[in-house]
């Protein structure tokens, strides 16, 4: 059966400086789809020659994973784990904070000097508490390590980055077998994807608009769906395009502090006073 959808949630506009930013999760009337925590959606915009660039210095975290897709413009990472990377257009980082990193995501140099256009999205996706010190990782991928698999009778492209589909495998080896893509298709093609009913389906639309069992999906709105089916159909109104994920619910307490996800306040005041310490501080930025 073919899932029905149970909310939709539009998202937030919260600029940082000069980037344009909108965030659907977490949102006034939803706190998070188990696993998945947070989603700062920048961009689409076009920067200048001699910019700024982006604004994510050196900040840390602790207890989950984040998921950056690079869907336009370029993005350099440093991290206190020792891994550096620039993913272009097309790409897609996946950290696991873990224990504790200290990272940077900033605009590469050719980018600050030669400006060009830029959109960018990141996902926080929760760790299991047995699961939050596990040592950090992390994996950079370019847009020709994606798979890019055909759907919709060739009016549409999945991006697989974690799981399989289709008989291929994503990139990424998902600590908690979460399921990850990104799906472009044309005005009035159709798709079926499957995502198990025990599981609790990631669905942002990034642009364009789409219907699914006669409703409406907007740019830029979250939605919830029910769990009555094991798999989605979705009919483009536009072309578009879509994050599509799916996980098992973790069903743990979560404790939030900025940068810091824990299941007890005591482990937030923990991984602040690590930090403090300088126990993220395993290997130089070299920033």
């Known amino acids: 059966m073919t899932r029905t959808i149970a909310r939709q949630y539009p998202s937030d506009r919260d600029d940082i400086a000069d980037l344009v ?69 097309g790409g897609v980082q996946w950290m696991t904070a873990g224990s504790g990193l200290v990272h940077a995501e900033l605009s590469p140099a050719a980018f600050k000097r030669d400006g060009g256009d830029m959109e960018i999205l990141q996902l926080w996706v929760n760790l299991p508490s047995k699961l939050k010190m596990t040592e950090p990782r992390y994996t950079g991928v370019q847009a020709d390590g ?77 939605v919830e769906f029910n769990g009555d089916g094991d798999q989605v159909t979705l009919t483009a109104k536009s072309d578009c395009r879509f994050l599509f994920g799916h996980a098992d619910k973790i069903g743990e307490p979560v404790v939030a502090h900025g940068p810091f996800v824990m299941n007890t306040h005591q482990e937030i005041n923990e991984a602040i006073r690590d930090y403090q310490a300088g126990k993220f501080d395993r290997q130089p930025l070299n920033l």
Do not use: C
Not at 52 to 81: C, K, M, Q, W, Y
Not at 147 to 153: G, I
Not at 184 to 201: E, F, Q, Y
């Open 21 to 89: 930013t909108r965030r659907p999760l977490p949102g006034q009337k939803v706190s998070q789809v188990d696993p998945f925590l947070f989603l700062n959606h920048h961009g689409p915009q076009t920067y200048k020659p001699n910019n700024n660039g982006l604004p994510f210095g050196p900040h840390p975290h602790r207890g989950f994973e984040t998921v950056t897709f690079i869907l336009d413009g370029s993005l350099a990472h440093h991290d206190t784990g020792g891994h550096e990377s620039i993913i272009e257009a």
């Open 146 to 222: 994606i798979p890019h698999v055909p759907v919709a009778d060739g009016d549409g492209t999945l991006h697989l980055v974690s799981g399989d589909f289709d008989g291929q495998a994503g990139p990424v080896d998902s600590l908690t077998g979460v399921f990850m893509s990104w799906v472009d298709l044309k005005d009035g093609a159709s798709v079926t994807l499957p995502a198990p009913a025990a599981r609790n389906i990631f669905f942002y639309m990034v642009s364009g608009n789409a219907e699914v069992a006669g409703t409406e999906i907007k740019e830029w709105y979250l």
